[in-house]
């Protein structure tokens, strides 16, 4: 599986939009991009995921670069049950890894 | 329309016991992960179970511990002679299978376990 590179932490303000980066340069043709959340004390859960092109969903919005070396995470608009672990999960094969992940923390 | 069921949420044992994990995995979905949470650090694969076999369980740890996914009843992680560095939070996660690399998977709340 490729290997990511994600912030440890960013901060954000409540309504304002968030953009989370992830880098995986050693991405392969096939692999698709996940995206996973995991709030506090809880399990993650799924958020979104793509190939090549832009993706959206009512939880958030993927978009990949045009070479797949990278992709943000985009939550329009922020909310404080928005504040978790985001992991950045790209890889073909039938086991996904997750790195540290970027703990998103949202203000009032 | 259950997710997926993990069962104890918190157990707590003393060191040298055993630690039995259970996870039902969502209707329909035939295959079965477990991975890892220590304190403060991400997710480490342990091991990935399809119906009556073990995938691969390049993550787990050699010695005192096991992983089943039998035929009828839930997937069981199993650990013997618990240590305190196996306290952790042990996460099921389950997928229908379909490995066109869009491998979604749907986890449960976990077991935390904690070993005095």
């Known amino acids: 599986d490729a290997k990511t590179t994600q912030p440890n932490s960013m901060e954000s303000n409540e309504e304002e939009p968030v953009h989370l980066p992830c880098n995986h340069s050693t991405i392969s043709g096939t692999d698709y991009i996940h995206w996973y959340r995991q709030l506090p004390s809880q399990g993650p859960e799924y958020v979104i995921h793509?190939?090549?092109s832009n993706v959206n969903n009512r939880m958030a919005s993927l978009a990949i670069a045009e070479d797949r070396k990278s992709s943000t995470l985009i939550l329009h608009r922020a909310t404080l049950r928005d504040a978790a672990v985001y992991y950045c999960s790209p890889g073909g094969s039938y086991i996904p890894t997750f790195g540290r992940g970027t703990s998103l923390i949202v203000h009032p | 329309n259950a997710g997926v069921m993990q069962n104890p949420r918190h157990l707590v044992r003393r060191r040298g016991q055993e630690a039995r994990l259970r996870c039902s995995p969502m209707k329909g979905h035939s295959h079965v992960y477990w991975y890892r949470q220590l304190p403060e650090e991400g997710l480490k694969f342990m091991v990935y179970l399809q119906k009556e076999n073990i995938i691969d369980e390049s993550g787990m740890p050699k010695e005192r511990f096991s992983a089943e996914f039998p035929k009828e009843g839930p997937s069981i992680l199993r650990i013997q002679q618990v240590v305190r560095g196996d306290s952790a939070a042990y996460f099921c996660a389950s997928s229908p299978g379909q490995h066109s690399g869009a491998n979604v998977l749907t986890f449960g709340a976990g077991s935390r376990l904690t070993v005095l």
């Open positions: 793509g190939l090549t």
